[in-house]
């Protein structure tokens, strides 16, 4: 058992980002089996759940001629144009039907429609909070283990977010999968070093 001040933060195990899903990941479906049996480790387990309104400003979809995956300036910086995906109480929404969701805290994010929020602890603007830096907080959690999806994107800044916050951060890479847009994956690697995060390969 994992000590009671450290937490296991699981990232969007979504069906939308597993396989056959709106934004699927490849193999994203790979890392429940594992990240199941890592939730018995510890008393404290959040799990992250996208949640966008239709029509978010996210979806490419929303930018009349914008292709999907492209990039356009908003006024919080550059955003990726994503497929319409996680649409709040749609099934490509709902946690993967495996994943053990027995968890004391989900938290959602991205549900203001003007702004995306990759991270679990602020939103796309860097300032916005999501609250979940006051919940681990006010439970004296000091140490945290990510896992989930995508690795360069949710993962990513979740895990830089959380190692400027201060918090202990190790990514277990094994239990994640990457989108790898245009180099994202190798910035983002680059990106977490840089922070402070641990990525650990099991
Ligand atoms: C994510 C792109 C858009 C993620 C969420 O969970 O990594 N990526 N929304
Ligand atoms: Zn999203």
């Known amino acids: 058992m994992q000590a009671n001040d450290h937490a296991l933060i699981v990232i969007d195990v979504q069906n939308d980002f597993c396989p056959r899903g ?25 799990l ?25 300036d908003m006024p919080y910086g550059p955003q990726v144009l994503w497929p319409d995906h996680c649409i709040q109480g749609t099934p490509g929404s709902d946690f993967h039907g495996h994943l053990r969701t027995d968890a004391n805290l989900i938290i959602r994010k991205g549900y203001n429609p003007a702004i995306d929020s ?14 979940l830096e006051g919940y681990l907080r006010t439970r004296g959690i000091k140490t945290l283990t990510m896992v989930g999806l995508a690795l ?17 951060v190790t990514v277990r890479t094994d239990l994640t999968r990457a989108i790898d847009l245009g180099g994202s994956l190798e910035a983002a690697t680059t990106g977490m070093r840089d922070a402070g995060v641990t990525l650990k390969d099991a």
């Not at 990759?118 to 609250?131: R, V």
């Not at 360069?152 to 202990?168: E, Q, T």
């Open 118 to 131: 990759y991270s679990a602890f602020f939103e796309n603007d860097h300032e916005t909070p999501t609250g």
């Open 22 to 46: 709106a934004l699927a990941v490849a193999d994203g479906d790979a890392i429940v089996p594992g990240i199941n049996a890592l939730m018995q480790d510890f008393d404290a387990v959040v």
């Open 152 to 168: 360069d994107f949710c993962v990513n800044y979740s895990a830089v977010d959380a190692a400027k916050l201060g918090f202990d």
């Open 48 to 72: 992250t759940q996208d949640w966008h309104p239709h029509g978010h400003s996210s979806f490419a979809s929303s930018h009349p001629g914008a292709e999907v995956m492209s990039i356009v």
